[in-house]
């Protein structure tokens, strides 16, 4: 999926006809990615993975992103602890279809393309699925506004996306809370069928380089009780990238 304030009333949202909730409710999505899109993106992001008995365990990683919401190219590589430096994953988002993800094990030399059908397993032992490390356009998913309500004292739309191919994801649905104030994504609850399996908190708000940032994520795997702190330090936008740097060979040429 997945900022002017609307003023919006109860009735307007409930007694509104169906195809007139769903388009302002995409139109809000559509104006979080609007805002938050830029040309490149790279932090050095502080991972901390708390068990469900308050084990902590540390790891971190760089990643660098170029190119437009949805159809961006992805690289993440560990860099601590030892045993898993040098580990990668590269995501090529495409904005009609699930991304194209491949990890790269430099101890075997060897890369490996993520299935489809396991893109739902954690990703190196954080809460984070393979899935969840992807962009998916706005256009993938129907809208619809669930209501108001207040998340850390701050007014938010509740809104619900459902994948416009069921098969494209290993979630039924999915509601997100956009703050009205800065059309920023406050939490996101993932389901699988009625239950919700992740949630994934956006904390520390700054604006970087004129675009309002969560600094700190959240995700908790609901199910298991474990949860997973992504801190973003050293966050740069628009750093000058080049497209040959998000490819395979780029992937085993960098560890």
Not at 80 to 86: S, Y
Request: charged fraction near 30%.
């Amino acid at each position: 999926m997945s900022r002017a304030v609307a003023l919006w009333i109860a009735l307007v949202v409930v007694l509104a006809p169906d195809g007139v909730a769903a388009q302002d409710a995409r139109q809000i999505v559509q104006e979080v990615q609007k805002r938050s899109n830029v040309r490149s993106q790279r932090y050095e992001g502080v991972l901390q993975v708390f068990n469900a008995k308050g084990k902590v365990s540390d790891k971190r990683w760089v990643l660098e992103r170029i190119g437009s919401y949805g159809s961006s190219k992805m690289i993440l590589r560990f860099t601590v602890p030892a045993e898993v430096k040098g580990v990668a994953l590269l995501v090529v988002n495409h904005t009609d279809r699930a991304s194209d993800q491949w990890m790269w094990t430099p101890s075997i030399e060897r890369d490996r393309r993520i299935a489809f059908q396991d893109r739902s397993q954690r990703f190196f032992g954080t809460d984070f699925s393979f899935e969840d490390l992807e962009e998916r356009d706005v256009d993938q998913f129907d809208y619809s506004i669930l209501g108001d309500e207040t998340i850390d004292g701050e007014s938010c739309w509740k809104i619900q996306s459902v994948p416009r191919q069921a098969k494209s994801s290993q979630y039924t649905r999915s509601i997100v809370w956009v703050r009205k104030a800065t059309y920023t994504f406050a939490q996101l609850d993932s389901y699988i069928k009625e239950q919700v399996v992740r949630r994934l908190d956006y904390r520390d708000m700054a604006n970087v380089q004129g675009v309002w940032t969560a600094r700190r994520l959240e995700m908790s795997d609901l199910r298991t009780g474990s949860r997973t702190r992504l801190t973003l330090e050293q966050l740069q936008y628009n750093v000058p990238m080049k497209d040959e740097d998000f490819t395979l060979q780029a992937l085993r040429r960098q560890s």
